[in-house]
Nanobody, 126 residues
Framework: QLQLVESGGGLVQPGGSLRLSCAAS????????IGWFRQAPGKEREGVSC????????NYADSVKGRFTISRDSAKNTVYLQMNSLKPEDTGVYYC???????????????????WGQGTQVTVSS
């Protein structure tokens, strides 16, 4: 059973940076596209970024383009989300999940992902 664990969140000032990690256990991540999502209290979970199993294709929400970078390290069975130039509106719980095979995971729809982690809190505030 694939289990994902997010880490790396914290409290940062606007303009700061964080690197989130999505570590897998129980199965290799090499076979899965991985997506990052975030959710603020009272709001729906929204897609942030995703990366193909090979790492050759990525997608980003318009709100984070140019600021966030998704990558993966197969040797560590981990996917990363480098977040730069953080804004208060980036605040939320960040989750990673595995794209379902055969799904349109590239479009960052929650329904196309499974094996959600427990999330890591990111707070951007001065």
């Amino acid at each position: 059973q694939l289990q994902l664990v997010e880490s790396g969140g914290g409290l940062v000032q606007p303009g700061g940076s964080l690197r989130l990690s999505c570590a897998a256990s129980g199965f290799t991540l090499d076979y899965y596209a991985i997506g990052w999502f975030r959710q603020a209290p009272g709001k729906e979970r929204e897609g942030v970024s995703c990366i193909s199993s090979s790492g050759g294709s990525t997608n980003y929400a318009d709100s984070v383009k140019g600021r966030f970078t998704i990558s993966r390290d197969s040797a560590k069975n981990t996917v990363y989300l480098q977040m730069n130039s953080l804004k208060p509106e980036d605040t939320g719980v960040y989750y990673c999940a595995a794209g379902l095979h055969g799904s349109s995971w590239y479009h960052l729809l929650v329904s196309d992902f499974a094996s959600w982690g427990q999330g890591t809190q990111v707070t951007v505030s001065s």
